[in-house]
């Protein structure tokens, strides 16, 4: 990471274990990332004793008390109303330009919510969504929305992938992303009338993307693009698809192994395979879903990962944040005008 | 299977590598149902020349010439008008009372608008949907719509459940299936419009169904229902990302092993094992998606499976044949006025 004056919010009472797997997660991005600095909301007595724990990460923190926390449970109407809670006051840092970048491990319904009415939308820019990296066999792909928005219009659809070409080009250092619908086959009149509408806008020749039309969720794996956009419902039916077969996989190959004492005599063999192959795929390497489309960047760490997770998250916020992400949202939003090519679009077709 | 007088016709000409690849599932089929009765429609000459090869099979076959058949990549309104394909015609068996189940390998699209068409819709149902079998940790679930509806209101589903519902209890001999419907969180509230209003109208006393709510999928491998309900957009995605995933875990596990020479060393004692895995998730015994909701039974076997495949196509079919699948829907609609339900639920929660 360069030399940029870097700062992260921190909700240190977010997630499981909190805040110790927090503070944890701080200690490992700082060994590798010593330019972040930390402004840690949370119970200060607490907070304290973990980072005293970790003598280098004291000089990269700056610990503010706050006598209240957002809880599991808590309704997003409730929590938007308690200024008090570390979930709220770590938000509010990015808007007061004491932070770029906010990271919690608490409840997403919460931070969402609080996001979008401290932080507010970006001009322009219609609605948020939650994008997050995930593995394909070549690499790693951007899919966003995975659950911001259940239902979605061609623009909605169209300003997703705008976003997501921009957060591929930070994380991946990409030149040209290529840009996909989610879609049930690859043809142009397959699917949904908002996916056919996004289309229309994604080819034009205003946008400058690389837009390679439909991809049907079976081609992902196989790295054939770089950002994929859907509406949120079908984003997380994905990402919750993905997760439930994962384990099925597994758990079926665990079952044969078991069943055979032939099989149970080779593991050995297979260790290194084994911890290589977990390795490759530990989800923790991709923790930190962002929510994106606000004026500032605001991250969501799983809240049962541990302090490399929460470290990783960490990690993705500060590279967007070094790569300008929100700003190249706004300059790439100037000078575009998604109603009207929407409308011309519409014209060309129709 | 039952003594029952079945009758089941193929469309020979469907699929990769036809019609050697339908016979040769015929044949198997035949082995362990020695009862169902095959009406074959195709190419003659080359049919008889397949057919020859399984003497036993001859016994239970009639063919019927026809000169043309579907071709991939024909449109269906296209291959609708045509009535001289055998596609065609062995549908028309299935309306003419000749047979009691259709199986192709051929063009979904074309099977499906043919179905329609012919077999027309059951009275009271407003919309088929295509079904299939899926494997989770413990047992088989029961999956619709997988496409055929890109977009579907509240009663659609609640049809598609109560399809699946008589489904499950006629392909898994089961009393009381838990049907739940497709979502992106457990809490009534989530997820579309669509969802809540069948939500509402599938607690309703009238139908008599084990209805659980909502499930999310990754759930689903846990084995949490039997039948599972989705507007044909989100099951298409949901299906497409199982076997993509499914594809992405085996590579990875692959390329684990082949990078490690101690693990190709082990894989000798891993052969047993990943023999009895490749048994258990083996695609063709999950072969023949059924086109459900019309007065007959349509089904589609994957175009590039094998024998074994088909056969398992024509024995799901055998099974609901047997079960009186299309009469017990036609019986449990009798009684059932779900749009008066829906008004009904409608005014308890507003």
């Known amino acids: ?33 010593p330019n972040i600095r930390f402004l840690v909301y949370g119970d200060k007595a607490k907070v304290d004793a973990e980072i005293a724990k970790y003598p280098a990460l004291k000089e990269v923190c700056e610990v503010f008390h706050t006598a209240e926390f957002v809880h599991n449970e808590d309704k ?16 509010e840092a990015v808007k007061l330009g004491k932070s770029q970048a906010v990271v919690s491990a ?42 911001a928005n259940t239902e979605c219009d061609g623009i909605n659809l169209a300003e997703f992938a705008l976003m997501g070409n921009i957060y591929a080009k930070c994380a991946f250092n990409m030149e040209k992303p290529r840009v996909a619908l989610l879609n049930i086959g690859a043809e142009e009149m397959k699917g949904k009338d908002e996916i056919h509408a996004a289309a ?3 080819k034009s020749a205003h946008l400058n993307l690389n837009f390679i039309g439909n991809i049907e ?22 990402l919750k698809t993905v997760e439930g077969t994962c384990h099925l996989v597994m758990h079926m190959i665990k079952s044969s192994i078991k069943d055979s004492w032939l099989a149970k005599l080779g593991l050995p063999f297979m260790l290194g395979a084994i911890s290589k192959l977990k ?14 489309g606000l004026n500032g960047l605001s991250v969501k760490s799983h809240g049962g990962t541990d302090g490399l997770g929460f470290s990783v998250a960490v990690e993705n916020a500060a590279k967007l944040v070094e790569n300008d992400f929100v700003d190249s949202i706004r300059r790439e939003l100037e000078n575009i005008d998604l109603d009207e090519i929407s409308q011309e679009a519409y014209y060309e077709v129709y």
Not at 76 to 91: D, E, L
Not at 129 to 142: L, T
Not at 283 to 289: D, E, S, V
């Open 1 to 33: 990471m360069s030399e940029k004056n870097l700062v992260i919010s921190i909700d240190a009472m977010g997630g499981d274990n909190s805040p110790k797997v927090v503070i944890e997660g701080l200690s490992l991005a700082h060994q590798r990332n």
């Open 76 to 91: 997003p109407s409730h929590v938007i109303r308690n200024r008090a809670t570390s979930m709220y006051q770590a938000i």
């Open 106 to 147: 608490g409840n997403t319904g919460a931070l969402m919510a609080i996001s979008k009415m401290v932080l507010k939308t970006i001009q322009k820019i219609h609605r948020p969504a939650i994008v997050s990296i995930m593995p394909h066999e070549k690499g790693r792909y951007v899919m966003l929305d995975l659950g």
């Open 200 to 202: 229309h806008i994604l």
């Open 217 to 238: 969720p079976h081609e992902i794996p196989k790295g054939k693009a770089d950002v994929i956009v859907s509406d949120g419902f079908s984003g997380n039916i994905y």
């Open 279 to 292: 390795k490759k795929s530990d989800p923790r390497l991709y923790n930190g879903a962002m929510f994106v």
